[in-house]
């Protein structure tokens, strides 16, 4: 159960998808940083366990658990396991996401369908899986991770485009029908991270890979998180887009 004497003010038991690299690790640290507890998930099982101990000498709280996005079965655990050890789920942040970028003429089909596979599905798993127990407390908060790519479609960028607009419907929708959860999207430009790692496209990463000179600190996504989790329970901060002032 939760320890009492935890920095934060009103520390929450935070669950943070794909947080073994770029935005979700630094959420991570920031978090924990302020009190929080905070349950890590990725497939990356070392990196997470790294993270959990590095957040721990800094006498953080931190529970790593192995977790894929793209089985229901692997994120009601990963829920069941937070719930289990702390008996509640505050926050739910669905970050995990993979941006293999192509034309659609390229046809690379497996991409498009990871990127619904994690992007939107896995948001949806996450969902799923928190919305009883944040149901029966009568009180929780899920911020999904969008992207600028979930306000404008940009050339290779339209199956990715289509699964962050759908991260935004489905926000509203969700946002719309409960009078008890709190909803956030974030909408990060280009931000420090291993994302474009996920791009096969070797043309297309190289353009990309030439724009991220002017990308923001992945701790930028985290301090947006950190704002809107802090609010008032009665204040539900809806939409942040958080970008490079350099951005177009
Ligand atoms: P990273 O590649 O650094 O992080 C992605 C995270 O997602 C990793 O921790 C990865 O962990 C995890 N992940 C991928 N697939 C799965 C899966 N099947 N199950 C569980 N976790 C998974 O990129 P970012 O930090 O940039 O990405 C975080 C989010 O931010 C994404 O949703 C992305 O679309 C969004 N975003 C990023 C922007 C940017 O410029 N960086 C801009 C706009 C939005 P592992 O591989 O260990 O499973």
């Keep these: 159960m939760i320890d009492s004497s935890a920095k934060a003010a009103a520390p929450k038991v935070v669950l ?18 302020a009190g929080h507890h905070v349950v890590l998930g990725a497939r990356r099982a070392d990196r997470l366990h790294a993270l959990a101990k590095e957040i721990e000498t800094r006498a953080g709280d931190a529970f790593a658990l192995d977790l894929d996005v793209t089985d229901p079965g692997s994120v009601r655990s990963f ?3 937070a719930h289990e050890r702390y ?31 994690v ?3 896995g948001v949806l798993h996450g969902i799923a899986a928190v919305l009883p127990i944040m149901g029966a407390q009568r009180e929780g908060h899920i911020v999904n991770i969008s992207s600028v790519s979930g306000l404008r479609v940009d050339p290779t ?39 474009t790692e996920s791009i096969g496209d070797r043309g297309v990463k190289g353009a990309v890979e030439g724009q991220m000179g002017i990308a923001i600190p992945a701790t930028a996504i985290g301090d947006a998180i950190l704002y809107a989790i802090s609010q ?4 539900d901060v809806n939409e942040l887009v958080v970008r490079p002032t350099a951005q177009g």
């Design 16 to 33: 943070i998808t794909g947080a073994s690299s770029g935005i979700g690790e630094a959420t991570a640290r920031r978090l924990a940083a």
């Design 79 to 81: 829920v069941a396991a």
């Design 87 to 117: 008996g509640r789920v505050d926050v739910l942040v669905n970050n995990a996401g993979v941006m293999p970028l192509s034309r659609l003429d390229a046809l690379r089909v497996d991409e498009w369908d990871r990127m619904i596979d």
């Design 119 to 121: 992007n939107l599905r």
């Design 157 to 195: 960028a339209a199956v990715y485009s289509a699964t962050k607009y759908a991260v935004r419907a489905l926000s509203e929708g969700l946002r719309q029908e409960s009078r008890d959860l709190r909803v956030t999207v974030i909408s990060p430009g280009l931000t420090r991270s291993e994302l």
């Design 232 to 235: 008032p329970a009665e204040v």
